[in-house]
């Protein structure tokens, strides 16, 4: 991994943006609808920017920069079209410790921002660390058309009931299991307004559902772009996941098909001799488990457990 993905909160915050052109609107934009207290440092001012600071949007310093413009800042964003400059501002924010941003200039960003879709409070960011920005445009036109278009009524609906549920369901496994059904009922895909949230929402908790035990078996290979949807689905329902490899070893935890697993599911590896005995262990909970295997294995080691669990088998292509 190149780069941490992280969520910042710049809101009240004093992010400074030096220069004042077309790069600067771009970034101001996106600092405003964060919430960020903005200063602009530029002799000159894009027309846009203007407007901003005429009506109280932002602070507009009308001078040249210096290193005394950075105190107190939070945030930097050098986006003048003069290099030595903007190497200059990140030299003077390193050493300040402020993070610092050189736009175009990926060896002088402490940080990068990526292609956002907002759908508030819902955000999706996607960044190839600047190797490939038509790439990830791409990526962010395939995912607009796969989101939801009610997903920032559901994000607001369910973050209103997080109190209320806690009354109905002591255990986190228990609202998590609720949210699942909810949000994969066929009144909430379709849903347009609070109204017929809510009527899901009481048909669910009036009949309480109980999500049972269940057992996954999916065949990997050698490319994950060969899973199967269902395969996908199944691996991101499970709450627990098997993976062959050795107990006294973390070896095989990071394989790309255990990372397109859901991320707060549990993990354990797996032998030909341990494997029936964990699931058994792992069904008796009450646990949703999902099986990994190497498609050449996977016959050997899985269908035994099918037969002797009934559980449901995924080839993969």
């Given at each position: 991994m190149d780069y941490f993905p992280i969520f910042l909160s710049v809101k009240q915050r004093k992010v400074t943006v030096i220069g004042g052109g077309e790069v600067a609107c771009r970034k101001v934009d996106l600092l405003r609808k964060a919430g960020a207290s903005i200063t602009v440092i530029s002799p000159k001012l894009h027309s846009y920017l203007t407007q901003l600071a005429n009506t109280g949007h932002i602070n507009w310093k009308r001078k040249s920069y210096d290193k005394s413009d950075l105190?107190?800042?939070?945030?930097?964003?050098?986006?003048?079209?003069?290099?030595?400059?903007?190497?200059?501002?990140?030299?003077?924010?390193?050493?300040?410790?402020?993070?610092?941003?050189?736009?175009?200039?990926?060896?002088?960003?402490?940080?990068?921002?990526?292609?956002?879709?907002?759908?508030?409070?819902?955000?999706?960011?996607?960044?190839s660390g600047g190797a490939s920005p038509v790439l990830v445009r791409y990526l962010r036109e395939k995912l607009e058309t796969q989101l939801p278009h009610n997903l920032s009524l559901l994000a607001s609906y369910a973050g209103e009931q997080r109190e209320r549920i806690k009354q109905h369901f002591v255990t986190v496994d228990e609202r998590r299991k609720?949210?699942?059904?909810?949000?994969?009922?066929?009144?909430v895909e379709q849903a347009k307004t609070k109204e017929e949230l809510e009527h899901v929402f009481?048909?669910?908790l009036e009949h309480n559902p109980k999500s049972q035990a269940a057992l996954y078996l999916l065949e990997t290979g050698t490319d994950t772009e060969m899973l199967t949807l269902?395969?996908?689905?199944?691996?991101q329902q499970a709450e627990f996941v098997l993976y062959p490899g050795n107990a006294d070893s973390i070896e095989g935890a990071d394989?790309?098909?255990?990372?397109?697993?859901?991320?707060?599911?549990?993990?354990?590896?797996?032998?030909e001799e341990t494997l029936k005995a964990q699931v058994q262990q792992l069904l008796n909970r009450g646990l949703r488990v999902c099986v990994l295997a190497p498609k050449a294995q996977a016959a050997n080691l899985l269908k035994p457990i099918q037969k002797d669990f009934n559980g449901i088998y995924v080839p993969c292509l």
């Open positions: 105190e107190g800042c939070y945030q930097v964003w050098a986006t003048t079209d003069d290099p030595a400059l903007n190497h200059q501002v990140h030299h003077d924010a390193t050493e300040l410790g402020i993070w610092i941003n050189v736009v175009d200039d990926k060896e002088y960003c402490d940080f990068i921002t990526p292609s956002i879709i907002d759908r508030s409070p819902i955000q999706v960011a996607v960044s609720f949210w699942e059904l909810f949000f994969r009922h066929s009144g009481m048909e669910l269902k395969a996908l689905r199944l691996m394989d790309a098909f255990v990372d397109l697993c859901r991320r707060d599911a549990d993990r354990e590896p797996f032998s």
